[in-house]
């Protein structure tokens, strides 16, 4: 019912910038957020950010200051500015989103990209 389709990762060295992109398909017409989460290998995934339907934005201490989430909501698609990269910046990202009202609201997933950051 749901499609999320992330792109943009890739190969970049430390200091580098990275553009993700997560497009939302289907029966999207309430996505209440999206945001970004990360795992690296051997670890658990963790919130990187989130933004509210509203506009309202929320980030790991991790990335504070370096990354930026934006979204367009026309377009169903949120963005996720990766600035000042680190090499423990390296996970695969995954796209997140919350759609649907109230109680009956779910959670999708998109596939993950792969960011690799070298030192």
């Known amino acids: 019912q749901v499609q999320l389709v992330e792109s943009g990762g890739g190969l970049v060295q430390a200091g580098g910038s990275l553009r993700l992109s997560c497009a939302a398909s289907g029966r999207t017409f309430n996505i209440n957020a999206m945001g970004w989460y990360r795992q690296a290998p051997g670890k658990q995934r963790e919130l990187v950010a989130t933004?509210?339907?509203?506009?309202?934005?929320n980030y790991a201490n991790s990335v504070k200051g370096r990354f930026i989430i934006s979204a367009d909501n026309a377009k169903s698609t949120a963005y996720l500015q990766m600035n000042s990269l680190k090499p423990e910046d390296t996970a695969a990202y995954y796209c997140n989103a919350n759609i649907g009202f109230g109680s009956l609201s779910r959670e999708y997933w998109g596939q993950g990209t792969q960011v690799t950051v070298s030192s």
């Open positions: 933004i509210a339907r509203g506009g309202a934005t």
